[in-house]
Structure formats: C-alpha cells, structure tokens
C-alpha cells in the first residue's frame, strides 16, 4: 500500500472518492476543508493499492509543529474515509501500518485521531476505532452529542409539547431562511453576552460556505412579528441533519421559540433522513458536562452520540 500526500492537483478524484466513502460528509469535500487553509498546515494523505494505483482510503489531515498528525483540525471529524466495498478489517490494519511508516518517514510521532461518528456512516465503518485499539492508542476525548431517531417515535417530553403548541397558536413563523445577517447578529451577541465568544465561521464565511453547498447548508428561523427571534443553521450529512449554529434572542428564549423551530424542522425539513444531531453538551474534551444544556435536548428527544478522540504515540 502506497501512502502519498494530497495536492490540489488530485482534488477533483478526492472529492470524487469521498463522496462515494461508506463514511465521508460534505465537510470533507476540498471546497470546504480549504476555506480556511491559511489556518491549518495541509497534511492530508490518499493511500493507494499500489503506485499510482487505485485509491484505497483518504485521510484529511494537518500537521502541527510538535511533530503531530492530526485529523483536519478545521473539521469536526475525518478518520479514514474508506469505500464501502473491496474493503476488509484486515485492509484497515494494513493501512494503518502503511500510516505509521509513513509518519515515521516524515519525522512526526504522536497521531491525533478522530472518527467519523457512526450516526453518519451510509454502511458501518469502525474498523478503524478496532485497529487504534490494536495498535494501543488511548481515547483523548469524548464528546457527548444528543441525537434524535427521526423514523421513530418522538420523544418529546409533555413541556416540549406543551411549548410547540402555544408558539405555533400564537402565529409565528417557522421555517427555511436567506437572512444569514439577521441571524448571524443574534447568534454573535448570544455568544458574546453568554460565553463571551464569537462563533468559529465570519458571516462572510458562511456566506461563501453556503453559495457552496447551498442542498447541504440551510437556515431555519422563527420570526414573530416580522423579526427574526430565533434560528438554527442546519448542515445536511447524508442522513444526518446537524444543527451547526443555534441562536435565540431574550424574546425567544421567553416565547420557548426554540422547542417548536426544532420540532418544524425534524417534522417538515428532514424527509428521507435519520438522524437530528444536536451537537455536543461537554468542554474540556468531555470531561464536563452542561447539564442544563444536555436536559434541555433530552426534553426535545435527544439520546447520546460519542464524538471521540484518540491519541498514538509512535
């Protein structure tokens, strides 16, 4: 097996196999991965069957000046994206001794490793979670996201319910957006006031992002009296419908807005999928857990989803 590094020459076949993979999104398309690519010192890898053979595997990577492999720092997740057929556990272990070769060759001895999480796998794909396990890597990180099952029974608690009716009787509107700014200002003075942060992409950025991927980034709000109160950006994986950005403004969060843009959302804008990723309720790598926020998914139906991280040392 033939480990080569990724060049813009090679992006049309890497996007070509990535979106064929068994466990790839279109986050790990290059059109997105290389907004940022001043961030972020590009060090991903395309193994082959043999020289300019076939491609087996794509791994998006960066690489860090302490000698460190990393999975895309720019992305939530990206481990092996793999193709759903000719491709064996055995296979997965071969690839990661070629990796391991590899990254001795280059000088760097620490690999920072995270996988695709499962709810976003067309066909299983934790092959190589096994062969971490084999090599004695140690999980790093994990982070607890809450999901729902969209083609099962809602699981709604009776306060959820309660506030979806009241906010859907009252007349406010729910449903898809173009008015990025209008939201980009609530979710900046969200985070701002609340976390004193700002969120990881510029308006511009999303802006571009989403002239991009317009079927795979989409905006939902709740307006009320002409004003948008509320809003959740949506990226569209596959199956899995993520709830990237969410925002609400003081009124919102008084109206319990949030609750019944959710419910709109999973009951009307989600055909053919299977999953409502809410995202992670943790810091510090998992080690603490927003309670408040976590139970405030569980209520809209949410149950656990491992985002994890694994670390080996060569």
Request: hydrophobic share 40%; proline share 4%.
């Amino acid at each position: 097996m033939i480990i080569e590094r990724y060049t813009p020459a090679m992006q049309p076949a890497w996007d070509a196999f990535a979106m064929e993979s068994r466990n790839a999104t279109f986050l790990h398309c290059r059109g997105y991965m290389d907004y940022h690519a001043d961030r972020f010192r590009d060090h991903s890898l395309v193994a082959r069957a043999s020289a300019g053979g076939r491609i087996v595997a794509l791994l998006p990577a960066n690489v860090e000046s302490d000698g460190t492999l990393a999975s895309h720092r720019g992305l939530t997740y990206g481990g092996w994206l793999t193709p759903p057929r000719h491709f064996s556990t055995e296979t997965m272990l071969e690839l990661f001794d070629a990796l391991t070769d590899h990254m001795r060759a280059e000088g760097l001895h620490r690999l920072v490793y995270r996988p695709v999480p499962h709810i976003y796998h067309r066909y299983p794909a934790e092959d190589d979670v096994y062969a971490l396990w084999r090599l004695g890597a140690r999980m790093d990180a994990c982070g607890a996201s809450a999901t729902v099952a969209l083609r099962r029974a809602p699981l709604l608690d009776r306060g959820s319910k309660s506030a979806v009716s009241a906010v859907r009787r009252a007349g406010v509107s729910l449903g898809p957006s173009h008015d990025f700014e209008a939201f980009w200002a609530i979710l900046e003075e969200v985070l701002a006031s609340r976390h004193e942060t700002r969120p990881v992409h510029t308006l511009a950025e999303m802006r571009m992002l989403r002239d991009r991927f317009p079927d795979n980034i989409r905006l939902y709000a709740a307006v009320a009296d002409g004003r948008m109160e509320a809003g959740v950006v949506v990226y569209r994986c596959g199956t899995v419908a993520h709830a990237q950005y969410i925002a609400a403004s003081p009124r919102a969060r008084a109206m319990r807005l949030l609750p019944a843009l959710y419910s709109h959302i999973m009951d009307c804008e989600c055909e053919g999928m299977e999953w409502f990723d809410f995202g992670i309720s943790t810091e510090q790598g998992g080690r603490v857990l927003n309670a408040a926020l976590d139970s405030h998914k569980s209520r809209l139906g949410g149950r656990c989803t491992l985002y994890q991280s694994f670390v080996l040392e060569l």
